[in-house]
């Protein structure tokens, strides 16, 4: 069984950069393609960012589109999402998910992927 972890989240001020982290636990992070999904109160779950198993294609959403960067840690079985330029829209519970269904492709759809961790909040005020 796989667990996932987030870390990172916090309040920050328009134009502020935070990092959050996944730890994986039960299987390694490296084999896996991962997305940074966000939900914000009374909206859908979107897609933010994704990578594929072998970290050769990566998606963004438009809206964070050169502010976001994913990537992942072998080393520490992390993945990460690394977020600058932050505008009051980007507030919301961010959650980790993972699948280890081989896809060449970042997957989009939130039902593509198995295994979620709890979420963290991120805040930026004005």
């Known amino acids: 069984q796989v667990q996932l972890e987030e870390s990172g989240g916090g309040s920050v001020q328009v134009g502020g950069s935070l990092k959050l982290s996944c730890a994986a636990s039960?299987?390694?992070?490296?084999?896996?393609?991962m997305g940074w999904f966000r939900q914000a109160p009374g909206q859908e779950r979107e897609l933010v960012a994704a990578?594929?198993?072998?970290?050769?294609?990566?998606y963004y959403a438009d809206s964070v589109k050169d502010r976001f960067t994913i990537s992942r840690d072998s080393a520490k079985n992390t993945g990460n999402l690394q977020m600058d330029s932050l505008k009051p829209e980007d507030t919301a519970v961010y959650y980790c998910?993972?699948?280890?269904?081989?896809?060449?492709?970042?997957?989009?759809?939130?039902?593509?992927?198995?295994?979620w961790g709890q979420g963290t909040q991120v805040t930026v005020s004005s």
């Open positions: 990578v594929s198993w072998n970290s050769g294609n990566t």
């Open positions: 998910a993972a699948t280890y269904s081989g896809r060449s492709r970042p997957p989009r759809s939130k039902f593509e992927y198995d295994y």
């Open positions: 039960g299987r390694t992070f490296s084999s896996a393609a």
